[in-house]
């Protein structure tokens, strides 16, 4: 598991797929990209989604996300994605009087008990007290980051001296 905190844009993009009995069938989908802006938002969906699509494709619909921290899983079975709200509980010094806040994420998973657990594992290290409000999962197709992370077959595990040797 891992985590990413950045600004995240919510895109609804419509295209012809093509449908079970051969011919073309208009859908919507929703993903999520890291971008700094609108502009940017719908300039990497437009990019990350053109090697799929052939005929007709607009973006719909670019609003900010109500989260800004996304917990990426790293099985391969988790193929969905949940929105957490989490309720963190502090103490306000001067009053002595409970103090929750809310916050929302965006939790990858493969069913709603995986989500829990993998809030629990992301949470684990955390000195504040939370409590898990709700999670309902969403449409959200798929979440593009502005320079990923290398997926494990990509990276390259060996010292640096040994690339280094090949370029020479």
């Known amino acids: 598991m891992r985590s990413r905190t ?14 079970e009995d051969g011919g073309q069938k208009k859908v919507s989908e929703t993903y999520v990209v890291d971008a700094l802006s609108f502009g940017e938002a719908e300039e990497t969906i437009t990019k990350e989604m053109e090697p799929y699509i052939s005929g007709e494709f607009e973006v719909k619909n670019i609003t900010p996300a109500s989260y800004g921290e996304v917990f990426f899983s790293d099985s391969e079975t988790d193929d969905r994605w949940y929105k957490a709200k989490l309720t963190f509980i502090t103490l306000d010094e001067k009053t002595e009087k409970e103090k929750r806040t809310s916050v929302n994420y965006l939790v990858q998973a493969s069913d709603f008990n995986g989500a829990v657990k993998n809030i629990e594992d992301m949470m684990s290290g955390s000195a504040i ?9 969403t449409k959200i197709m ?3 980051e502005h320079n990923a992370p290398l997926k494990k077959e990509e990276r390259d595990d060996r010292p640096e001296y040994e690339t280094q040797e090949e370029t020479a």
């Open 142 to 144: 798929d979440v593009y």
């Open 129 to 137: 007290d939370y409590m898990i409000a709700n999670i309902s999962e």
């Open 6 to 19: 950045t600004n995240w844009f919510e895109t609804t993009v419509r295209y012809d797929r093509q449908a």
